[in-house]
């Protein structure tokens, strides 16, 4: 059963849905210009439907529209300039290292318009070849641009005839992936699991959920249809991401030494019936997000009373033995909020969705991340401390240098374009991203040779030939952002007999494609060992110093609220969605630093530590932010405020020992005003339970200030040797 719902719910979701999309923008031109005798016109048109479909990145209505737009339109300036220097070897290789450099810089600015530079790079690579006369060429850009219009029309009619379809999609996997989150943190009630290693897999996690909720929050709150008007649909999604952020920040706060508690519980077996209630809690989630993806009203399939009591009860059995059993008292009221706020996301279902005001809606513009075109940001990007930058240069002058090399060798034409298009599709401003891209590739190109092959030399039926192409096709492009092994492997065989009903020897193909991409894959491997190598471990600091200001930043706001300032839940949302931002960069330079060689990881240790000693802190931060907006202020007094200032001391110390960014992102203000409060009841059991977690993140940030001081030294040390050998060689 749940086989077929994962099966189902694909079928539901933005992956098939994109697939389908690019799939009829790209087939039916092909069909229709062939019923009529014109296969190359055909293809032709799918060529520009197919660059246009691929800038068409999930977003925000207006940002689609202005991605494909600008797609259609700088890829017919690409076209007109190529095809009018590529008579010449000289000339070309020019024009490839200039377009190929700004193109590539095209990134500085977000991700969609780093998309739309790599369709107009694929444009460019497509017309490298000298072979159309001058009465053709302009057919060609019209059967471009008649292609590109038609997938726009394709998009933006489905946009507008089901207007909610695509957040209705990312909102589920959104909702999926804090699933997994919670499966992961259920893991730390097994004895069996190694913890390290399970919290390198929730910093992992984590950054996939913050990589979908900016796709929500990008989708929703850039239009102004979801919010401003009292649709129910619009308002119901709305309400329930803003549910599944609280959720998700909840079941951060959920965060102890469980190290500690392995030790103090794992002797009782109380723990595991913890993890199956929260296994039970992502069942429901999962259940959630495929009703929603169904564009079904989600039904509650479980009911948690019973768990949860029988939770208290064999704590109460604790409780009995003289255990001291605070901290699992305090998992299950965690718990109880989890569950009460998958209950509002379900009694949103029945209730009068306007009715329901919240403080998200009505603020939503803050919470939207702005990627403006600025080209101030291109010109201060243009120094080699810029990834971006190394990047670009990386590629232009590996693009350019192999075709001119390849040219004056007289290599085949097709290779010289297959190696070319391999290169772009791999090379990758890290090291690590174009080892894994590159062997993916290879694998499936090798596999998918064999497979396309074997169709072509036993099937003869055209009809089935193309039906075959049409599922290869639709495929591929609904498992791109799924699994890029698979997808490349359909593709292949669509690719092959695509070109048997141009006559082609497939055979011959096959085997020069996977040569092509063996060489290709060869080059953009070596080049980035050689050419401006973009090394993650000497780029880090900035990271760990946003990092850190953001969870300072987190901190202060406790002492803002025990003084007596009014915190508006925007204004506390804003600072934790700092956190979660600067978490996700960190993590993901911390795995970009993983797959690097074993002689550049020199800082790995440090490092896993500080990711991980900062994703404590910032669940435990969140956990005081919880308390200290809930708890009567009175429940504090002066050694809370002591306390404070300790932290905030070490982050702060931790701050001033990285070397301050000339773009820093986000704004470090060193907070000197401290509340006066009461002397300390001994009586108050509250008091104690909020000393005792202010004295462990008051351990943990002395921690974070001990390491990062740790990898300073180290590292200062390491860049005086390298010097040295440099002096020395």
Known sequence: MEKTKEISNFFYGQYFSEGLKITIGCIVPVLVSATLGHFEIGTLISLGALLVGLSDTPGAPSHRRLGMLSTAILCMITYVIIIHVNFSITLTTVVIAALSFLFAMFAIFNARAATVGSMCTLMMLFNVRHELLDTERWLYLLCIATGGAWYMLISMSILRVRPYRIAQQELSESIRQVADYIRLKANFYDPKIDIDNNYLKLIEKQIEVHKHQELVRDILFQ?????????????????????????????????????????????????????????????????????????????????????????????????????????????????????????NIYSYSSSKITEIPKEEIDSASQFITRDQIDWKKFRSNLSLDSSVFRHALRMSIVLSGTYLILSLISFNANGIYWTLLTIMVILKPGFGLTQERNLQRLIGTVIGGVIGATIVFTIHDPSIRFVLLIFFF??????????????????????????????????????????????????????????????????FRGNMRNLLIANYNYVAQAIKVLDGENLSITAYKLKRKEVYIASANMGSTFQRMLTEPKWRQKYTKEINRFVILNHILSSYSANLLTQVNQADIKTFNKEHVKLLKRILSELEKAITLLPQLADEEIHFKINEDFPSLHDPIESEEESKLITEQLLFLSKISGDLHRVTQELMVRSQEVEKNEKMKLIDG
Do not use: C
């Open 223 to 343: 239009s102004k249809r979801s919010i401003k008007d009292t649709t129910k649909i619009g308002r119901f999604l709305t309400l329930i991401f803003s549910d599944i952020v609280d959720l998700f920040e909840q079941s951060m706060t959920t965060q102890y030494d469980y190290n500690a508690i392995k030790t103090t519980y794992g002797q009782h077996g109380v723990l595991m019936p913890f993890k199956h209630v929260l296994i039970k809690l992502t069942h429901e989630m999962d259940n959630m997000a495929y009703a929603i993806n169904a564009n079904k009203m989600p039904k509650p399939i479980y009911q948690f009373e019973h768990d949860i009591e029988r939770l208290r009860e064999a704590v109460d059995k604790l409780d009995k033995k003289k255990v001291n059993t605070i901290p699992l008292k305090k998992i299950i009221i965690n718990i109880r909020s989890i569950v009460r706020y998958i209950e």
């Open 474 to 539: 639709l495929t591929a492009y609904s498992l791109f952002r799924v699994n890029y092994i698979i997808a490349v492997m359909f593709m292949t065989p669509y690719v092959l007999i695509m070109l048997s009903f141009h006559g082609m020897n497939t055979i011959e193909m096959a085997k020069e494609r996977i040569f092509d991409t063996f060489l290709g894959g060869v080059i953009a491997f070596l080049s980035n060992y050689i050419i401006f190598p973009n090394w993650e471990s000497v780029q």
